[in-house]
């Protein structure tokens, strides 16, 4: 199984990016899936989630400027980040709990940098 992050890039303050993650390979059932960021010098981080029944959890951060969905029809998540700030900036990895033929793991994609100037 592979995840494949993408859509990150420099942008304004104020401005907005939209971030995609898609998985391929042994899925059977793509179950919580979430993206996380990693500033310079920080802790990765969860930034939002969503279950398999569309559930989602946004940190506190991020709440009414974030929103994640997913496509079950092509095994991709999104984040769309809308009125960014210059503390977005840092590195977006995607993650997915994925049940495949022979066992249930889970799986990060390589990350995408999101840069937000001032």
């Known amino acids: 199984v592979q995840l494949q992050a993408s859509g990150g890039g420099l942008v304004q303050a104020g401005g907005s990016l939209r971030l995609s993650c898609a998985a391929s390979?042994?899925?059977?059932?793509?179950?919580?899936m979430g993206w996380f960021r990693q500033a310079p010098g920080k802790e990765r981080e969860l930034v939002a989630s969503?279950?398999?029944?569309?559930?989602?959890h946004y940190a506190d951060s991020v709440k009414g400027r974030f929103t994640i969905s997913r496509d079950d029809a092509t095994n991709t998540m999104y984040l769309q980040m809308n009125s960014l700030k210059p503390e977005d900036t840092a590195l977006y990895s995607c993650?997915?709990?994925?049940?495949?033929?022979?066992?249930?793991?889970?799986?990060w994609g390589q990350g995408t940098k999101v840069t937000v100037s001032s």
């Open positions: 969503i279950t398999s029944r569309g559930l989602t």
């Open positions: 993650s997915a709990v994925i049940t495949g033929t022979t066992s249930m793991k889970t799986y």
């Open positions: 390979g042994d899925i059977l059932v793509i179950n919580s």
